[in-house]
């Protein structure tokens, strides 16, 4: 092995399974892939799903998900876990034995909770779940508003959002704003209990699937390749909206991502 193989950092994503390539564990392993990370992967639900909606999903069972953690971390040194789609209450549990195991790794999580078209892929008991075991180990949070009102109900505004998600132990949370009515895009990024910065895209003509699984990998990619948190944060979200920016629409539903639009291909 040379020694630049050896540089390769490797970052551990839990997500689920997803047919049409457009977001879940494929979307994970493009985006890490373009950050010049080594993608190793945990599978925790297996879904049907095409480019419109979520139609159904299986949770993998505790023992699995569990297994397919521990072979990885055993033998790689990981340098940040990614979390997406969980699935189920027990499959939360058993991250979060997985992560206290594991302190030193810094963790980015989104918090998938429903499809683009508003299935729940979970329900009540896994945002209670979420809020109690993962929060406190979260060292980047990555939800959109609409996840962000979920996770906290009651909330008038985001930023009380923020400041509850934050009073959980989140250490830095960027809500992402593509759902909000708003010309531009704005992406909040909140730290040590306050707002720390605004971002503000151009808003996209279209909708597409796996947006927020390419932000949340990216942003870990970034962090296992050593950038400092804000560097971080404003690279992966430049690099997220240049892959929707040349996004397409192999299906009937959302467009994707083009998250290898950096190679120059453009004929898609």
């Known amino acids: 092995m040379t020694s630049t193989m050896k540089n390769i950092p490797v970052v551990l994503a839990f997500a689920g399974h997803d047919p049409s390539g457009g977001a879940g564990i494929q979307a994970d392993i493009e985006a890490l892939a373009s950050q010049g990370c080594h993608a190793a992967t945990v599978i925790t639900a297996l879904t049907t799903q095409d480019t419109q909606d979520v139609s159904d999903f299986r949770p993998l069972e505790v023992t699995d998900v569990i297994a397919q953690a521990r072979a990885v971390l055993e033998d790689m040194p990981v340098a940040v876990i990614k979390l997406g789609m969980l699935g189920s209450v027990e499959n939360v549990e058993a991250v979060h034995t997985i992560l206290t195991d594991y302190p030193q790794i810094p963790v980015v999580m989104d918090p998938v909770l429903a499809s683009g078209h508003g299935v729940t892929l979970g329900g009540q008991g896994i945002i209670e779940a979420m809020k109690t075991l993962l929060l406190p180990l979260t060292t980047v949070l990555t939800p959109n508003s609409l996840e962000a009102r979920a ?18 132990g989140v250490e830095y949370l960027l809500v992402t704003g ?30 597409y699937h796996g947006s927020g699984c390419t932000l949340a990998a990216s942003i870990a990619g970034l962090l296992a390749q050593g950038l400092e948190p804000f560097t971080a944060f404003h690279e992966a979200q430049d690099y997220t909206w240049n892959a929707l920016r040349h996004g397409y629409r192999p299906g009937l539903g959302q467009h994707l991502p083009h998250r290898f639009f950096w190679t120059g291909d453009d004929e898609l």
């Open 178 to 207: 593509s759902h909000e009515r708003t010309p531009e895009v704005v992406n909040r990024l909140y730290h040590n209990n306050r707002l720390l910065e605004t971002f503000t895209w151009e808003r996209l003509p279209h909708s």
């Open 151 to 168: 996770l906290v109900t009651g909330a008038d505004t985001l930023d009380a959002c923020a400041q509850a998600l934050m009073d959980h």
